[in-house]
């Protein structure tokens, strides 16, 4: 009698000398099922060293509607001891050597993976705020222009009236003077007046000479047309698009947190040089960001830099090398996956290594294109004195689709507040 799923089974075993024939092996079946009706159980076990075909397996078990019948045959009973954590039974009771033990690795992750929804609203509000600020230096630039051309009337107008007002004076106070009686001044109006050509020169720009002394003078707003101006929000734009995948994982690396690894060594034995591969298929990591270093301009080009000049000069704090011996690296894959390698000196039977000591190293992401509900994940692990790769079951992560405009506006706020 036994347990199974909260259930009453019966176990049954049928272990004879030499392959039987079926109607032999099915007479046992039955009389094992008998006996199993009789005790109420809802279910047997019926374990067999002998071969049965698929057709009978698929007979034998509905040969009673009532009864849940499992059978466990010579393949499956082969395929159980030739398992490595059967190692030490195969050499208990059959007398074939276990050889070194059994590697069993348990790798776990604790996080999520996060895939952003809205990215395109998101980038058409960038290309609206880029059109805006041209359009406002446009403005800018047309208000110059205006204000330099009335200038200029006001003081051509000016310098008329003060000749004029001279050659008034001279002709009335030398009425004589036939020279004083002639308006020369408009018969030269289109020769440059000599004051103002003197007025126009200026000196070489020192720091245009010697450009350690100052930064670049910012050059003064011109006016555009509409279509120039489209043109510049399409360039815009096109820029944008290409450069959006990175503008996506800056923000993913800022907002979510970092992947924690866990690995487990579930056989009795102390394993050397351990190598766990973890591969994420369909997702992609990014670099963890502190938030403190958020900066909202590297949102839409992550290449920006504050500006710099050899006054003040731009100096990025840089990031602590990593000590030769850290476990934890990734990549991607020639598919595009995301992988991560975790390498330990050692590991013991207990406890499990975690990665919560280490900073956060990367951030699980999918692209918003990808149209998967969950992540797959698997992982193979080699060791010193070990010949073959260990396998580990498969395991999966939840994916978080949330808007890129809510993430940057908490960052944002966030930041702030711890400003």
């Not at 099915?26 to 094992?32: G, I, S, V």
């Not at 590297?298 to 830099?305: A, E, I, N, T, Y």
């Not at 013991?348 to 990665?355: A, D, L, Q, T, Y």
Request: hydrophobic letters at 35%.
């Amino acid at each position: 009698m036994c347990e199974r799923d909260g259930e009453t089974w019966v176990m049954a075993v049928y272990f004879p000398e030499g392959q039987k024939t079926p109607s032999v092996v099915k007479k046992k079946l039955l009389h094992d099922i008998k006996g199993a009706k009789s005790l109420g159980a809802a279910g047997i076990v019926f374990v067999t060293n002998q071969e049965i075909s698929l057709a009978d397996r698929e007979d034998w078990e509905q040969l009673e509607p009532d009864l849940k019948i499992d059978l466990v045959h010579l393949l499956v009973v082969t395929r159980i001891l030739n398992d490595p954590k059967y190692a030490q039974t195969s050499e208990k009771f059959l007398d074939i050597v276990a050889g070194p033990p059994p590697m069993l690795i348990k790798a776990s992750v604790a996080g999520t993976a996060y895939a952003f929804t809205g990215d395109s609203e998101l980038l058409e509000r960038f290309v609206w705020m880029h059109e805006q600020e041209i359009r406002e230096e446009s403005d800018k630039g047309h208000a110059r222009v205006k204000a330099e051309r009335e200038a200029k009337e006001r003081a051509d107008k000016q310098r008329r009236d003060r000749e004029a007002a001279e050659r008034r004076r001279a002709a009335a106070e030398r009425p004589w003077d036939i020279t004083a009686q002639i308006d020369f001044g408009s018969m030269f109006d289109h020769i440059p007046n000599m004051d103002n050509l003197i007025n126009a020169y200026e000196p070489p720009d020192i720091g245009s000479l010697y450009p350690g002394l100052r930064g670049e003078k910012p050059k003064p707003p011109e006016p555009l047309s509409d279509k120039e101006m489209q043109e510049k929000v399409d360039e815009f734009r096109a820029e944008l698009k290409e450069r959006w995948p990175a503008c996506r994982d800056y923000l993913a690396g800022v907002a979510f947190p970092g992947l924690k690894f866990r690995i487990r060594n579930e056989a009795k034995s102390f394993l050397k040089d351990v190598q766990v591969i973890l591969t994420f298929h369909g997702a992609l990591g990014v670099e963890f960001e502190d938030l403190p270093d958020f900066e909202f301009e590297k949102v839409r080009d992550p290449s920006w830099q504050p500006t710099s000049t050899p006054y003040t000069p731009y100096m990025p704090l840089p990031k602590l090398r990593r000590p030769d011996d850290y476990p934890i690296t990734w990549r991607h894959s020639d598919d595009g996956d995301l992988e991560v390698t975790i390498t330990l000196p050692s590991l013991r039977p207990h406890p499990e290594w975690r990665s919560d000591s280490f900073a956060d190293d990367v951030v699980l992401v999918v692209d918003p294109g990808v149209d998967i509900d969950e992540v797959e994940v698997t992982y193979t692990a080699t060791a010193q004195g070990y010949g073959d790769v260990f396998e580990g079951e498969p395991i999966t992560m939840p994916i978080e689709r949330v808007d890129m405009l809510e993430v940057l506006r908490n960052v944002w706020e966030a930041t702030r507040e711890a400003s």
